[in-house]
């Protein structure tokens, strides 16, 4: 492997040697295109695999033409899902992620019908399943419905970065409604919020086929679980947006009367006390069925209204930073796998950004690295819960969640490098890394992504 590109610096971690830095081997090597792991769960159930898309510098995933798998051990390339004559306005297939059990994967594709005047958009998309081993057989999962009166289960604007619960049973995502978009169009008032949905195979959905170009089938039902306004009153717990959310444990949390709560963590908007936003840490309590209407009004919403939560969903803010020095949080949260805790990114007394941990019953946040320079991504847990792992100071780390002093606890296990390795995932039996590599082209400005892959020692 040539990596004369690599500028190592000598700014090693602690308990770190040159010796220690486990070896990057590179699995895709086609610098025609990118191969984006786009911070998924990409690894097959048997950790052989890894699933990707080839989205565009200009398109985005709406210039992704295919989603792709590389296989760990050999290589090889697999394309699961193409679509001939793609642009860059789509309608794209890319964000792919896999099924923790089945060998099956889930993706964003932008709908069949688009044009440079009305392209691939965060409103207009859709999840679509394809088992692996039925390459271009598409599975349409949330059913979508623009026309009023409009279905309940059914959508009514577009989902992206699907995340199946451990469990399988469940999909979450975030959304963008296109009717909402439509209002704002209309009336100069922000009504695109991005928020939060789940679908699951509980209750049928049947659409009206009256307008093929926008409507989806779906086997899937689907709700919005997280409430989001356009101006939040100063000081409330109000949302006027949420994203960065991922599932609780497996298959949920465990709350103080003993039963398992289905929740999803997430990041949400609020307003301080001067208007001003701020991003907080929240949760969402899901029932286990979410076809019946909630207080707010109907699940699949009006003409002018969004569409809103099921009975039994409780949307509650773990964290309190907007009157602090350092007021935010950031990254993609995760939980652990037991559920016990949620990690997320936040400021520490000196305003540079860490990860802390707090459990989804609330509580005080504990901070768990103390790094002299801004963590840069969000984590990955290890399969046992031991141990996080991120990007920092241009390395993957290592962290252990142990009451011992912070020097003795994080370990690089890449050498720092010019650019930050990105989206970092770890296989499920904990014995492999893979993230992401910007490498330039000969002779041309351009680069492309590339996936790497080391292996561990141990789980």
Known sequence: MNYKWLIVLMTFGAC????SYKPEIQLTKDLSKNHDLDNNDNFSPDGKWLVYDTRTGVGGIGGSPSVERVNVETGENQVLFGIPDNHDYGPGAGAASYHPI??????????????????YQQWRRTGVIVNDNQPNIPILMDARDVTFPYTPGALRGGTHRHEWSRDGKWVGYTYNDAIMKKLEDSTGVKWNLRTIAVSNQRHPVVIRNNNPDETVTGSWFSAVVVRVVPTPRPGSDEISNAASDSWIGMPGYTKPDGTIQIARAFIGKVNNRDGNPVDELFVVDIPDSINVPGEYGPLEGTRTTAMMPPKGTIQRRLTHTADTKYPGCGGVVRSSSDGKYIAFQAKDKNGIQQIFLISPAGGDPVQVTEHTSGVQSGVRWSKDNSR????????????EIANRPFEQRYKRITARTVTAPSNLVWSNDGK??????????EGKKDQKQQIFVIHLDSN
């Open 432 to 441: 492999t890394m893979a993230f992401n590599r910007l490498l330039p082209i």
């Open 102 to 119: 089945e060998n099956k994967v889930i993706f964003i594709h932008g709908l069949p019908i688009c044009t440079e005047k009305n392209p």
């Open 16 to 19: 770190t040697t040159s010796e």
């Open 388 to 399: 996080i792992a991120y990007i920092w100071d241009n390395s993957i780390v290592i962290t």
